[in-house]
């Protein structure tokens, strides 16, 4: 993402007060979340492009407060990207907006076929999630079910013959 992408993302964001089903935003002026899991899990199961933004606090009116160590926060996070099945590669975008340090992830869809990402500390039941508005939902049996038969769907198509 270029920065002028991500300013005009973080203009949005503070004028329209809220998050949506394609952007999160995460404090991380002292330390990293600790549990991304489910918003990694949520938006790797989109169609869309998805970003989380570190270094915006909500209680202050989405305020722009910097993020506690840039090196450090891209590290953690890919450390629990990879703790994804399928592992997710985020791509990060670092700036700066009144001296504070502004860091984005983007977190790439997997394809269709290839779903259902989830968090592998808890299994696909309990570690699959969707994103509903500004929060990851816990999806459903069903949903879970479908990701699954659409991808056994395909499987016979690409197996070898004779």
């Known amino acids: 993402m270029l920065e002028q992408e991500l300013i005009k993302l973080i203009e949005f964001i503070q004028k329209t007060k809220t998050e949506t089903n394609t952007i999160e935003v995460k404090t991380a002026k002292f330390g990293v979340p600790t549990k991304l899991f489910d918003t ?28 506690y160590d840039t090196m450090d926060l891209q590290k953690k996070i890919v450390e629990q990207c990879k703790q994804m099945e399928a592992v997710v590669r985020p791509l990060f975008t670092v700036l700066q907006i009144d001296n504070k340090t502004i860091v984005s992830a983007e977190i790439p869809s997997v394809d269709y076929s290839q779903r259902l990402v989830f968090y592998k500390g808890s299994g696909r039941i309990k570690g699959s999630f969707v994103r509903g508005g500004e929060s990851d939902e816990v999806m459903s049996e069903y949903e879970i079910y479908s990701y699954e038969a659409y991808r056994k769907k395909l499987e016979p198509e690409t197996k070898i013959c004779c």
């Open 40 to 67: 990694l899990s949520s938006f790797s199961n989109q169609d869309d492009g998805v970003v989380i933004i570190f270094g915006l606090d909500e209680r202050l009116g989405l305020k722009v407060v910097g993020v």
